[in-house]
């Protein structure tokens, strides 16, 4: 029998593995604390193990495709391995699916997609039926804004039905339509949703590429501008203007980060300087 029929036979005793370490925190709702960090802890140490090179290649295939992950760098190749395996640890343990656009890779940090809470973390939430219907989207391409008010009703084991109706601000550019700012709309409001019934927020973060460090949205709304801004003039040094104007555009229209957010801002100001910058050296 050779090697590589060898290891496609053990692939489906490896990834029965993974899914248990998974299902073991997933299943972890009623505990806290230490014990819920050990399990944790425990799961990504056993996934970081199982998830060799041989069983990595046909997950990078999934890279770039709706059929697996999407990502920010799909047109260059997308990520290195490494950080698919980080992000996809992340996003199993998080409680979306590897497959089906359910998580994307922006930044080099794990964003859970509109597909992600509606095809898993919104339906794994015991006895809960929604629904989300958008209005009329109002856009002003001039000033790359739009504003949509989406409508939510949901109820927990046929109890009481609550509603509410929340204006979610999308930033938007030239080529965008009503269906991208609806789409975009839906998974911030099924965010909202999900931490809303389950007390759980998911932090989109930051991600400074050039210092590989991710500043989430507390240390920020707490008074690390400063620090930001710091790690920001780092990133510059380390690479050029106009790619880091790309990628500050490509979290920008993701809408990973509301319009009146410290990551949102502080991203905005860093493009001005920038492109102010290149004005000046022309």
């Known amino acids: 029998m050779s090697k590589t029929t060898t290891s496609l036979m053990k692939v489906p005793e490896v ?6 370490s998974v299902i073991q925190v997933l299943g972890s709702k ?5 014990e819920k960090a050990y399990l944790t802890a425990e799961a990504i140490q056993k996934l970081q193990a199982q998830l060799t090179p041989e069983y990595m290649k046909p997950i990078m295939a999934l890279q770039g495709t709706r ?13 290195p391995e490494e950080t698919v395996k ?8 998080t409680g979306v699916q590897p497959v089906g656009n359910q998580f994307n890779i922006i930044a080099g940090n794990m964003y859970v997609t509109k597909e992600g809470y509606g095809n898993s973390l919104l339906p794994n939430v015991p006895g809960l039926k929604y629904k989300i219907t958008p209005t009329l989207p109002r856009i002003d391409t001039t000033k790359g804004s739009a504003a949509i008010v989406m409508k939510i009703k949901w109820a927990i084991n046929d109890g009481e039905e609550k509603a509410e109706e929340i204006d979610i601000p999308i930033r938007v550019n030239a080529s965008m339509g009503a269906d991208a700012v609806i789409g975009k709309a839906t998974r911030k409001a099924r965010a909202w949703l999900f931490a809303t019934v389950t007390g759980v927020e998911i932090g989109d973060g930051e991600v400074e590429e050039g210092t590989a460090t991710v500043v989430s949205s507390e240390q920020l709304s707490n008074g690390a501008n400063a620090q930001a801004a710091a790690k920001i003039k780092l990133t510059q040094l380390t690479q ?8 500050i555009n ?8 509301a319009p ?5 801002i502080a991203l905005m100001a860093e ?10 050296a022309k």
Not at 271 to 280: I, M, N, R, S, T
């Open 86 to 93: 980080r992000c996809l640890i992340e996003a199993v343990l």
């Open 260 to 264: 009146d957010s410290g990551e949102y």
């Open 30 to 34: 009623a505990i806290g604390g230490f």
């Open 271 to 280: 493009k001005g300087e920038l492109e102010e910058k290149k004005g000046k």
């Open 67 to 79: 059929l697996g992950f999407r990502t920010d760098k799909d047109a260059t190749g997308g990520y």
């Open 240 to 247: 050029g203007d106009d790619a880091r104007i790309a990628d």
């Open 250 to 257: 490509a979290i920008l229209e993701s809408g990973m980060h």
């Open 15 to 20: 990834a029965k593995e993974m899914d248990n």
